[in-house]
């Protein structure tokens, strides 16, 4: 291995050749490092996720399909992603040699993890159970294609909790309630009348601009949509979400009238983020 001591640093860092996809030869350094322990790890994790070695860590998996999620997946998607693997798989798994972790100790994770609590002193729900095991097994998968991993070991195990249920809808009783109950916050009202009429996403209508809207032809036109985690403007969340919505004259003429009065176009009709639609329906207890 290519550790050295950096004297002037006190620190140690790696020095080492590799071979990258296109056959070409690289030279690459790697500082900081408190022990030569941990410069030797890095080269070994490097050479791990370039395919080159069969002692893989899951630290180095992880950082392998992080770096592909991030380049290939929407950013909403990477980050609730890292946060289940830094969360709840790498603090316990780093370290361990991928085709050294053992059924028995995905048993003895899974078991842990269902006695864990929340900041909030509280058990995590079944579903979440299931997607931070169901990213486990993801990751397993993404070995055996991409790293020659035989086998899956959660897969005979398998997960736990359940699937996020289906939601439930407001019927039309429900959702007179809840507006009857917001008379006196006219743009919360507007937003919540547009999502209960247009079927849309929470994301897709704190994206829309004033352009969206087609006020002659009474239609709204959904072509993106928000980050929950970032509150910004992303693509839409299939090829198929883009599409054209018919809306009631009634309350299209509502919006025209709260654009008109506005100081200048905004770039967001309904400047607001999930937290605060969802603040509304706690507040008032709906």
């Known amino acids: 291995m290519s550790a050295y001591k950096d004297t002037e640093r006190g620190t140690w860092y790696c020095q080492f050749r590799y071979t990258d996809y296109q056959g ?23 050479r791990a996720r370039a395919g080159k070695s069969n002692r893989m860590t899951m630290g180095a998996l992880c950082d392998a399909y992080l770096e592909d999620k991030r380049i290939n997946a929407k950013a909403s998607t990477y980050i609730a992603v890292r946060k289940i693997i830094e969360n709840h798989i ?20 899974k078991n842990e993890l269902m006695q864990a609590e929340t900041v909030h ?16 097994s993801t990751l397993f998968n993404y070995a055996i294609k991409y790293y020659d991993l035989a086998a899956n070991p959660l ?20 959702f007179r309630q809840f507006i009857a109950a917001i008379d006196d916050y006219p743009l919360i009202k507007l937003a919540f009348n547009i999502l209960f009429y247009s079927g849309m996403r929470a994301g897709e209508l704190i994206a829309l601009s004033a352009a969206d809207f087609d006020f002659a032809a009474g239609t709204i036109n959904i072509s993106k949509t928000t980050s929950r985690e970032t509150n910004t403007i992303t693509s839409p969340k299939t090829p198929y979400s883009v599409r054209v919505i018919s809306m009631p004259p ?37």
Do not use: C
């Open 250 to 286: 009634a309350l299209m003429a509502e919006v025209q009238n709260y654009i008109k009065h506005l100081l200048e176009p905004p770039e967001r009709v309904f400047n607001m983020t999930w937290q605060k639609l969802t603040w509304n329906m706690n507040f008032l207890h709906i």
């Open 121 to 136: 002193g509280k058990k995590y729900a079944s579903s979440t159970l299931h997607t931070i095991t169901a990213q486990l």
């Open 90 to 109: 790498r603090p316990t798994f780093a370290d361990r040699i991928i085709t050294e972790i053992s059924k028995a100790d995905i048993r003895d994770w």
């Open 155 to 174: 897969r005979a195990v398998g997960t736990i909790g359940k699937r996020t249920p289906r939601k439930n809808f407001w019927t039309v009783q429900q």
């Open 24 to 46: 070409r030869t690289h030279r690459t350094t790697k500082r900081g490092f408190r022990t030569k322990k941990e410069a030797v790890k890095y080269e070994q994790d490097f």
